[in-house]
């Protein structure tokens, strides 16, 4: 990884309901805000909300949403591709993407370089029990990591709910991920959305570029913003607020690891990917992929 500067975009969807009109104005959105954060914070890499063409939740059933996306690459891709290669950035777009049959939706995010060519797509693996298909949503699960080597360092993806499950985080840090972009449109409180970004960041030892939608989606559901960039030490170097704009800040891997905590000078002493117990968990593998479900009685699921 090199130095750079890096940028968490944060807007809303246009108001009403979904249509192909609205996902069009929601992709002039989107370039328009990335144009304007990268002319006035020098971003080489611009991340952007989860869904950020539609809102997340559509209003319409899966078929519906199928007929108005597009399969990546494609024409919902394209004016981000050109966008990128305009700009030369890397860009890292959230977007509902057209699966192989009516019905089939992934919430995906995708990667761009600065030649306008797709590095990488990943699609949800965690999708939040209102937009599970298995649970009536119109949401597929993806089955796939993405890590992805490029120009700047090394870059993961995950989306939202995903960073509840550090699982998912830490293949891709032994993977080699320096940085994992956290496209969301986060339904719950600003503290649970600081707390796993912060500690994914923690967990991991990366770079953490979470992007927050703000406004309303067309189903009415509000979004709170507060995007920001965490560093491998779990400390909140940039933040935005809550409504359109941008929070940006250098990365740069020689600091990365300066201190035990932010302002200390106290260096690290530890590595969490180094020092981990790998014949513990051999021994316990079969127990870190077993069900499970918490012992307490849960809350209503359908929401944020």
Not at 1 to 15: D, E, G, I
Not at 143 to 152: I, K, M, N, Q, Y
Not at 257 to 283: I, Q
Request: with cysteine; glycine share 10%.
């Amino acid at each position: 990884m090199r130095p750079f500067t890096a940028a968490a975009v944060q807007l809303a969807p246009v108001p009403g309901p979904l249509t192909s009109e609205s996902v069009r104005a929601n992709i002039g959105r989107a370039t328009d805000w990335t144009a304007r954060c990268v002319r006035e914070s020098g971003a080489e890499l611009v991340v952007l909300p989860e869904t950020c063409t539609t809102g997340f939740n559509p209003g319409l059933p899966a078929e519906e949403l199928w007929q108005l996306m597009s399969e990546i690459p494609g024409p919902v891709s394209e004016p981000f591709q050109q966008m990128a290669r305009d700009l030369g950035i890397h860009l890292c777009v959230g977007t509902y993407e057209r699966g192989p049959d009516p019905g089939t939706v992934y919430n995906s995010a995708v990667l761009i370089g600065p030649d306008g060519a797709v590095l990488g797509v990943y699609r949800k693996t965690h999708p939040f029990r209102v937009e599970d298909s298995r649970h009536g949503g119109w949401a597929t699960p993806g089955s796939e990591v993405c890590v992805v080597p490029t120009a700047l360092g090394r870059i993961g993806m995950a989306i939202c709910f995903d960073g509840d499950f550090p699982e998912l985080w830490r293949i891709q840090a032994v993977r080699g991920a320096e940085l994992i972009c956290r496209p969301s449109a986060l339904l719950r409180s600003a503290d649970i959305w600081e707390l796993t970004c912060r500690a994914r960041a923690y967990d991991e030892h990366v770079y953490v570029i979470g992007a927050n939608a703000v406004g309303a989606d067309p189903a009415g559901t509000l979004y709170f913003g507060n995007s920001m960039i965490v560093t491998p030490i779990a400390e909140v170097v940039a933040r935005a607020a809550s409504h359109e704009g941008w929070a940006a800040a250098r990365l740069d891997p020689d600091t990365a690891m300066g201190s035990l905590t932010p302002g200390s000078s106290v260096p690290h002493g530890f590595d969490h990917l180094a020092e981990r117990n790998l014949a513990l968990y051999e021994k316990h593998a079969a127990d870190l992929i077993a069900p499970a479900a918490t012992p307490f009685q849960r809350g209503r699921t359908d929401r944020g």
